[in-house]
């Protein structure tokens, strides 16, 4: 048995490698395309014109990886159906089940490998695509958030909304700064001070002006020195994140900045579609395992340009069905869960449709 999983390995292994370097090329290509276009507004260098378009390589080789798996396993199973290799592996004693666990197994490793690298690498490699842009354009500091704003809601049910002209992140540092505290929707602290610092015992100010809110007075203090804590808890690190955009966060950052953070209905919606498809997107080496196992088994005998065109359908009618859930789920016709996953649900079902038809068939 060991014998014919390393044949299918070896069969699977070289169209894997041609998809992926054929499809991560041309999505590399459009990217570099883009760069280019964009980069001639602005009379960017050379090298820095190269080091953006090296931001966008984590990104397209996850495209790459699950378009390189559904080809591999058509034309790597569907070359060995139509030479007849897999009818005599059948008639020698191997299952159907004996034949695909290899696909799936290297199916389950791709999808790991696919989440690995989106939540390690991508996400650093787009916020630094957004700095070197936002630097040339606008010839703003790397490092630094200008208009900086959030909002928390604490276990108490108390309201914190943050703003702030910058945020320095080398230096840890918020720059003319107001914090206003809510409880029950009613404005009771405002916080102002020109610098935010972090210290051994959270944020603090040095001069500043504090006011607290009475139901019949203003009651104003001003602060010219000293330690003054500021209730905001947030850490540096965590402050960065929350500045962040959805697909620059991993799965776990844009998991906690829902827990923490007040966001309107429509906002929080959109922000859990994109959570669900960290997931929902690496599985779709999964889904096209699944799928195109029992797709290359059939008995009709078919050329590569053939397996070639079905997985390009294959692809296209993924991603309409990843935008048509994408959209369903951020307007609420759908949860978001539903939403994010529809097209491996899709797809996926159908998969499984084929591949137990596939096995009672031939068993």
């Known amino acids: 048995m060991r014998i014919v999983t390393k044949y299918l390995l070896k ?3 070289g169209p894997f490698l041609f998809g992926f370097l054929a499809f991560s090329g041309m999505f590399l290509g459009f990217s570099l395309v883009n760069v280019i276009q964009w980069a001639e ?8 014109l190269l080091k953006l378009w090296v931001y966008t390589v984590p990104e397209n080789m996850s495209y790459g990886i ?9 034309l790597g199973l569907g070359r060995m159906t139509s030479h007849s290799e897999t009818i005599a592996m059948q008639a020698g004693g191997v299952s159907f089940l004996r034949i695909a666990a290899p696909v799936l197994s290297i199916g389950l490793v791709l999808t790991a490998a696919t989440f690995f690298l989106n939540e390690s690498i991508t996400p650093a490699a787009k916020l ?3 700095e070197e842009r936002n630097y040339i354009r606008y010839k703003e500091p790397k490092g630094v958030v200008e208009e900086y704003f959030y909002a928390e809601r604490g276990k108490d ?3 914190r909304l943050v703003y702030a002209e910058a945020y320095n992140a080398a230096e840890e ?3 003319n700064v107001m914090i206003q505290e809510l409880e029950h929707d009613r404005l009771v602290r405002t916080l102002k001070s020109e610098e935010l610092l972090w210290g051994n015992e959270g944020w603090y100010f040095r001069e500043g002006e504090i006011f607290t809110y009475r139901e019949d007075a203003v009651i104003p203090i001003y602060v010219t020195e000293g330690y003054n804590p500021t209730g905001f808890a947030k850490t540096p690190e965590q402050v960065i994140t929350v500045a962040r955009k959805p697909e620059e966060m991993s799965w776990w950052e844009l998991n906690w900045y829902l827990k923490n953070t ?3 209905e429509v906002k929080r919606r959109q922000h859990e579609v994109q959570l669900h498809l960290k997931t929902a997107f690496p599985f779709a080496c999964f889904v096209f395992a699944l799928l195109g196992t029992p797709l290359a088994l059939q008995s009709q005998r078919r050329t590569s340009s053939a397996g070639l065109g079905i997985c390009l359908i294959n692809v296209i009618v993924y991603y309409l069905l990843m ?14 869960w539903v939403g994010a996953w529809l097209q491996n649900i899709v797809i996926g079902g159908y998969g499984t449709y084929l591949f137990i038809r596939k096995a009672l068939y031939l068993n």
């Open 11 to 13: 069969e699977l292994m």
């Open 41 to 48: 507004s602005y009379q960017v260098p050379f090298f820095t």
């Open 66 to 74: 699950y378009i390189g798996m559904l080809l591999s396993t058509l």
């Open 128 to 130: 630094a695509y957004r």
């Open 157 to 159: 049910g108390q309201k």
């Open 173 to 175: 540092k918020f720059t």
């Open 262 to 264: 007040e966001l309107s």
């Open 323 to 336: 935008a048509l859930g994408t959209f369903l789920g951020q307007s609420g016709a759908t949860s978001p």
